[in-house]
């Protein structure tokens, strides 16, 4: 079994990578996957031979990369918010932009509400329970009773799993936008969530890697990308308290529009559109005070 350096494999993938248009940078996470080590150790170690067994199943895996699997599929895992979500085809793969949801979430929850007072939260449209399990672990001076709500039971599957390796208590309910708390009679002071929000209309801009192996479910909001935040106009009245926080993930383009549709739900609110770190809408979150 041929044996290569660091070096000589990550050339390789880079290489191949790229001629093929994908992520150069895949090569050293996958790498740094299989042998065990934190980018500033495969850094300082390029001359180290690569196992022959672990050179064969990188080059089978930068291969199937090639062929349109992510990444994190192969690897299994993707890091969000510093811990690692185990991930597959029924759930979408967090993305960067929701770790700013939940980060100007957490801002705006200790602006609003008291710490120490147990405040009921939920997340919908689960997923992974990226979003769920984040906000139950980094919310430490409001203790929250996490919910999450998934239409998927497969989905849902998934974020069990990741809320019981993490070592977070989450409620999960199975049902469709937030009936399944209306029907629990649940009331909430916090509601993020990261809805699906791609019009159908762009479906063919959309990467191979995403359209053939995430769920559509999680993807398209309708053929303006709108539908589930208009359904959210209807069924927040009745789940939300007096004093609340809902944020919403949007499209690049939507946070205005989502804004006005809270403004029309929530008149005696503040609504406001907050840009990510690239400068784009992303988020959209309405205090109620």
């Known amino acids: 079994m041929t044996s ?104 705006k929850m200790k602006d609003l509400f008291e710490p120490g007072i147990l405040l009921q939260a939920a997340d919908v449209g689960t997923g992974s329970g990226a979003i769920a399990v984040t906000l139950k672990l980094e919310s430490k001076r409001i203790p929250l009773e996490m919910m999450a709500v998934d239409i998927s039971s497969e989905a849902l599957a998934v974020a069990r799993e990741n809320s019981e390796r993490l070592g977070a208590d989450v409620r999960f309910f199975e049902g469709d936008l937030l009936k399944p708390l209306i029907e629990d009679g649940v009331k909430l002071d916090i509601l993020l969530s990261n809805p699906p929000y791609i019009p159908l209309t762009d479906r063919e801009t959309l ?63 503040e609504t406001v559109v907050v840009h990510d770190i690239n400068g784009k809408d992303r988020m959209v979150f309405c205090v109620r005070k």
């Open 4 to 107: 290569v350096t660091i070096f000589e494999a990550l050339k390789w993938a880079s290489s191949f990578l790229v001629e093929n248009g994908r992520d150069e940078n895949v090569g050293e996470i996958y790498l740094r996957h299989l042998i065990g080590m934190s980018r500033s150790q495969l850094l300082a170690e390029q001359r180290r031979s690569v196992p022959g067994e672990k050179w064969e199943e990188f080059q089978d895996g930068i291969h199937r990369h090639v062929g349109g699997v992510p990444i994190q599929h192969i690897i299994g895992v993707e890091e969000f918010y510093g811990r690692e979500f185990v991930v597959n085809e029924h759930v979408l793969i967090p993305r960067p932009e929701t770790e700013e949801l939940i980060y100007y979430g957490l801002e």
């Open 207 to 269: 990467s191979d890697v995403v359209i053939e192996h995430e769920p559509e479910l999680a993807l398209f909001g309708g053929e303006d990308g709108y539908d589930l935040y208009k359904r959210f106009m209807e069924e927040l009245p009745l789940v939300m308290k007096e004093t609340c926080l809902i944020g919403f993930e949007v499209g690049v383009g939507q946070g205005e529009i989502v804004a006005d549709m809270l403004r029309a739900t929530f008149p005696d609110a």
